[in-house]
């Protein structure tokens, strides 16, 4: 693979209310950017892009794919976002007044922390490793991939590449109108943030 492109999914109807986790779909605004997103990559060979088993990653990629004949869309399971256990489809306001203990402890080590339940960035960086080893055995000689992936998911996926200080890798800013550009060779290093939207 000499091209990795790496969305997130467009906004969902738990992102307007900060809600975690869950199977949300995207809303109008959400479906506007995969439509943007697939309009920036009209000219570009896309023969693998991988999502996660979630709805919001598997309706930005569909509609990436349309029409297209060249573009297979496959989801894999370690690509899914955290797993926030008790705290899943919970709201942040809602975490810091019924379990403050989860919240500050969170806040105190974001990394390290791991949900009742759940995984934490640490636990999940295995899964998440395993998913983009998968991606990049099953897409053989690919010249580009596509990973539609989550908030947590491509934080994990850029510190994998760029960020060495683990305590960073929870704050990494991963918009949903922009995509990473990674280009990883032992020569050559590249990582480019696009705006699509
Ligand atoms: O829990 C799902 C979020 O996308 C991860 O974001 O680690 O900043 O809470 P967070």
Same mark, same amino acid.
């Given at each position: ?12 109807? %738990?992102?307007?209310?900060?809600? @975690? ?18 309009? %920036? ?42 797993? &926030? ?6 709201? !942040?306001?809602?975490? &810091? ?15 390290? !922390?791991? !949900? ?30 596509? @990973? ?50």
């Amino acid at each position: 693979v000499r091209n990795l492109y790496l969305a997130r999914h467009g906004e969902t109807f %738990h992102n307007l209310e900060n809600r @975690i986790g869950g199977d949300s779909d995207l809303t109008a605004k959400g479906l506007v950017q995969a439509q943007s997103l697939a309009w %920036h990559f009209r000219e570009t060979p896309l023969p693998y892009v991988f999502t996660s088993t979630r709805k919001r990653t598997l309706q930005m990629a569909e509609l990436l794919c349309r029409g297209r004949e060249d573009c297979l869309v496959i989801p894999l399971p370690e690509l899914d976002e955290i797993d &926030a256990g008790v705290c899943e489809n919970m709201t !942040y306001a809602e975490i &810091a007044r019924d379990m403050p203990e989860v919240h500050e402890e969170r806040t105190r080590d974001k990394y390290g !922390y791991v !949900y009742p339940r759940g995984e934490g960035y640490a636990t999940l960086r295995e899964r998440v490793e395993r998913g983009v080893r998968k991606a990049l055995y099953l897409s053989g000689n690919a010249e580009n991939i596509m @990973i539609v992936g989550h908030q947590a998911v491509n934080r994990t996926i850029l510190s994998h590449f760029l960020y060495r200080r683990t305590e960073d890798v929870p704050h990494i800013y991963i918009p949903q109108d922009r995509y990473f550009h990674i280009v990883s060779t032992p020569s050559r290093k590249v990582f480019e943030l696009v705006k699509f939207g």
